[in-house]
């Protein structure tokens, strides 16, 4: 079982900044890819940000040059500092990580709990 830990939500002015991060632990052999969803009241869930194993990453058109995701593979964790925030960024942000749990093992999608993100004023 993998175990994602998010942190870094919270209430922050229209063009402010967040820095959401997320840590993974428990039986993980190889992290291939990490991420941010999120979903905002009557809305779908939709990829905010990735990375994945060899460093490529994907933004959301809305969130391309506002927002930077980071990987520290040592310690199984993922960052992404967003600025210039605007309401429609409200959401509760989710951590996603796609793992292998050992060599051989299929890969499998786990989901942290959702920080809230809130931007108003």
């Known amino acids: 079982q993998v175990h994602l830990v998010e942190s870094g939500g919270g209430l922050v002015q229209p063009g402010g900044s967040l820095r959401l991060s997320c840590a993974a632990s428990?039986?993980?052999?190889?992290?291939?890819?990490m991420g941010w969803y999120r979903q905002a009241p009557g809305k779908e869930r939709e990829l905010v940000a990735n990375?994945?194993?060899?460093?490529?990453?994907y933004y959301i058109d809305s969130m391309k040059g506002r927002g930077t995701i980071s990987r520290d593979s040592a310690q199984n964790t993922v960052y992404l500092q967003m600025n210039s925030l605007k309401p429609e960024d409200t959401a509760v942000y989710h951590c996603?990580?796609?793992?292998?749990?050992?060599?051989?093992?299929?890969?499998?999608?786990?989901w942290g709990q959702g920080t809230q993100v809130t931007v108003s004023s």
């Open positions: 428990g039986s993980i052999f190889r992290i291939d890819a």
């Open positions: 990375i994945i194993s060899g460093g490529s990453t």
């Open positions: 996603n990580a796609v793992v292998a749990s050992s060599p051989y093992a299929v890969l499998h999608s786990y």
